[in-house]
C-alpha cells in the first residue's frame, strides 16, 4: 500500500501539471499522512538538509564553468583543434562533433549546455557541407550526453551524494565508458556516411595542427589537472569543480580576453537559476528519500526482487530497463533522486558494487535525456538548431540505440568499466 500511495500520489501531481519538485514534496506529504505521523516542522527540516551538502556545492561551481567555457571561447577552440585532426576524413565533420563532444565533456559534465554549444557551432557547418540535418542534430544530441558520464560530472556528483558513493572512484570510473560511448557513435556515424558523396576539407597541414593544438591548449589541459588533482588527493570534486570554475574564468578573460565584466553578470544570473533549480529539485527529493527510508520501501523492494538477488546480471539487466522506462518520462535529476535510495540497498544486497552499478545508472540517465517525449536534450539541440523535435528524434534513434547496446555490453562484461576503473583508483 505505501507503495501505492508513493507512486500514485507522484504521478497524480506530474499528471496535474505540478513542477518535479513540488510534486515530490506533494508525495512527500502524501507518505506522511498515510504513515499517520504528518508534521510541517520535519518537513521543512529535512527540506533545508537536502540541500545543506558539501558535495553538493560541485554543482553550481560546474554549472557556472560551463558557462563561462561557451561564452568564452573555450569551446570554440575545441572544435577548431578537433577539425584539425579529423576534419579532413570523410564524414570528418562528424568525427569532430563526437571529438569535441568528449574533450567538451571533460570540461563541464553538462550535458545539456554541450550539446547547445556543439549544435550552435557545428549544426550549420555540418548542413552547409552536405550532411543531412536531422541526422547531423542526433549526432550532436547523442554525443552530448556523454558529459555526464566523463568527469567532472554533476550527475556524478548528485548520485555520490543520494547514494552514499565515493564521488572520485564514480569520477575515475566514467572515464572509460565515456570513451566506449564515443566509440560506439564513431561506428554508427562511420556505417550511415559511408555511402555519402560529400568532399571534406583538405587535409590541415602539420603546423597548422600544431597551431590549433596551442590555441585550445589552455582548454586541453583543464581536464589533465581535474583528473590528476583527484587521483592523487590533491583536492575534493568540490574543491575540483571550484578549480575548474576559477581555471576557466581566468583563461577566458586574462588569457583570451573574450570575457569581461559586463559580459560575466548575464553568466553568473544564468548559472545562479540553472543551480537554483536543480538544488531546490534535490531538496524536494531528499524529502522524499527520508520518507522512502522510513516506510521502509527499499525493504519492501528487495524482498520483491529477491529471486534475482542470486543472479547479479539478471538484477542489473532488469534495474536497466526499468530506468529507461523511467528516464522517458523523468528528467536525469529527479530520476536519480527518486531512484537512487530506492536501488541501493537492493544493489547492495545482491553484492553489485556500488561505484559499478553508479556509472551504468548513470549512463542509463543520460541516454534518457535524448530519449522522447523528455528528451531535454533533444529539445535544447531542436531549439539551438532551429528543427522541430519530430527531425532531431528521427536523427538521434540510430546513435541511441549504439548507445544503448554498448551500456548492455557493459552490463555482460563488467570488466568494461571496473578493469580500467582500477587503473585510475
Known amino acids: 500500500m505505501t507503495v501505492i500511495v508513493f507512486l500514485g500520489s507522484l504521478i497524480a501531481a506530474m499528471a496535474l501539471g505540478v513542477p518535479i519538485a513540488f510534486a515530490l514534496l506533494l508525495c512527500g506529504v502524501a507518505l506522511m499522512l498515510h504513515m499517520g505521523n504528518f508534521d510541517a516542522q520535519i518537513l521543512a527540516q529535512n527540506l533545508l538538509e537536502g540541500a545543506n551538502s558539501f558535495p553538493l ?7 557556472l564553468a560551463g558557462e563561462i567555457m561557451n561564452a568564452g571561447g573555450l569551446s570554440r577552440r575545441i572544435v577548431n583543434f578537433a577539425m584539425s585532426l579529423v576534419g579532413h576524413i570523410k564524414g570528418g565533420l562528424g568525427y569532430v562533433t563526437i571529438l569535441a563532444a568528449v574533450i567538451m565533456a571533460s570540461l563541464s559534465g553538462s550535458a545539456v549546455a554541450d550539446a547547445a554549444a556543439l549544435a550552435a557551432l557545428l549544426l550549420p557547418m555540418m548542413v552547409n557541407a552536405g550532411h543531412d540535418k ?24 548528485i548520485f555520490g551524494v543520494a547514494g552514499g558513493v565515493s564521488i ?10 565515456g570513451v566506449w560511448l564515443a566509440l560506439s557513435l564513431v561506428v554508427t556515424w562511420w ?4 555511402k555519402e558523396q ?12 600544431f597551431a590549433a593544438m596551442r590555441k585550445a591548449g589552455w582548454a586541453l589541459v583543464l581536464p589533465l589537472i581535474i583528473v ?27 588569457i583570451y580576453g573574450e570575457l569581461n565584466i559586463k559580459k560575466l553578470v548575464p553568466l553568473f544570473i544564468s548559472a545562479s537559476k540553472t543551480s537554483a533549480v536543480v538544488m531546490f529539485l534535490v531538496a524536494a527529493a531528499m524529502v522524499s528519500a527520508w520518507l522512502i527510508t522510513v516506510a521502509n520501501l527499499p ?24 530506468t529507461m522506462v523511467v528516464g522517458t518520462a523523468l528528467d536525469m535529476t529527479p530520476t536519480i533522486l527518486l531512484l537512487t535510495p530506492v536501488l541501493m540497498p537492493v544493489v547492495k ?9 553508479g556509472v551504468l545508472f548513470i549512463i542509463n540517465n543520460a541516454i534518457g535525456l535524448i530519449t522522447p517525449p523528455v528528451g531535454t536534450v533533444l529539445n535544447a539541440v531542436a531549439g539551438a538548431g532551429k528543427l522541430s523535435m519530430d527531425q532531431v528524434t528521427k536523427g538521434v534513434v540510430p546513435f541511441m540505440i549504439a548507445q544503448f547496446i554498448a551500456m548492455f555490453l557493459m552490463i555482460a562484461f563488467p570488466q568494461l568499466v571496473m578493469v580500467p576503473a582500477r587503473w585510475f583508483y
Open 198 to 209: 560529400i568532399t571534406p576539407p583538405p587535409r590541415k597541414t602539420t603546423a597548422e595542427v
Open 134 to 157: 536531422a541526422r547531423s542534430a542526433g549526432l550532436i544530441a547523442a554525443g552530448g550526453i556523454i558529459a555526464p558520464i566523463i568527469p567532472p560530472s554533476i550527475g556524478f556528483v
Open 228 to 254: 590528476f588533482g583527484l587521483k592523487f588527493g590533491i583536492f575534493t570534486p568540490t574543491e575540483a569543480a571550484v578549480v575548474a570554475a576559477m581555471y576557466s574564468l581566468f583563461v577566458s578573460t586574462v
Open 57 to 63: 556545492l560541485a554543482v553550481p561551481f560546474f554549472m
Open 168 to 177: 572520485t572512484k564514480l569520477f575515475m570510473a566514467g572515464i572509460f565508458p
Open 191 to 194: 556505417w550511415l556516411c559511408r
Open 349 to 357: 544486497a545482491a553484492g553489485i558494487d556500488p561505484v559499478y552499478f
Open 299 to 322: 525493504g519492501q523492494i528487495v524482498e520483491l526482487l529477491q529471486p534475482l538477488l542470486d543472479s547479479p546480471r539478471l538484477l542489473m539487466l532488469a534495474i536497466m530497463v526499468l
